[in-house]
């Protein structure tokens, strides 16, 4: 949750927000000002600041499965067309890339995706939250498919975290 936009912010604000250890030194966040730079720090440079890296909202779509391939929630844009939709579809940490996917795949155990056009390391964020629930980058695979597309996988998933309601809402943060 990002810290306020107007009135007081304390170094206890800044700790909840962005962790941090004891004592407490201003150049341990820093990076995390909106505005401003440079080694005098004004704690109004944090108005609006969010430990987040990205957040998007997932309106969830359904595309049906095969014999073979099970069905897929949340957002897919793949040719020939997309399921769902995902709100601004850029990727803030990774130099605004298109969001190629935030899918689950199957009903009850299945597969969830995360994939970005281009090609992209395996770094950069370390969690994936949707909704309440969090997804570790170090569990996931990651593959990279030639210039296309960079994806981490995670199997073996007993609840789809999307839901099963089309048109509903879910919000994803990359932290």
């Known amino acids: ?3 306020q936009t107007s009135g007081a912010i ?6 909840s927000e962005f962790g941090g250890s004891h004592p ?3 150049g341990e966040y820093a ?6 730079s440079g080694s005098t720090i004004s704690m109004n440079q944090f108005y609006g600041a969010s430990s987040s890296l990205d957040t998007q ?3 969830v779509g359904y595309t049906a499965g095969s014999a073979y391939t099970p069905g897929v929630y949340g957002y897919v844009n793949l040719n020939p067309g997309v399921t769902g939709a995902v709100s601004d579809g850029t990727c803030n940490f ?5 969001y190629r996917r935030l899918q689950f795949l199957g009903t009850s155990t299945g597969t969830l995706m995360f994939g970005l056009s281009g090609s992209h390391a395996n770094s950069g964020w370390t969690t994936m939250t949707i909704g309440s629930t969090s997804y570790s980058r170090s569990s996931a695979s990651f593959q990279q498919f030639g210039t296309t597309e960079a994806r981490w996988t995670w199997t ?3 609840s789809n975290p999307y839901g099963t ?6 919000t994803v943060t990359f932290t």
């Open 94 to 98: 990774k130099s605004g890339a298109a």
């Open 156 to 158: 073996s998933q007993t």
């Open 10 to 15: 304390s170094f206890a604000n800044l700790q």
């Open 24 to 26: 407490i030194t201003m």
């Open 1 to 3: 949750m990002a810290l």
């Open 57 to 59: 909202t997932v309106t």
């Open 31 to 36: 990076a995390f000002r909106v505005s401003g």
């Open 165 to 170: 309601t089309t048109g509903a809402t879910r």
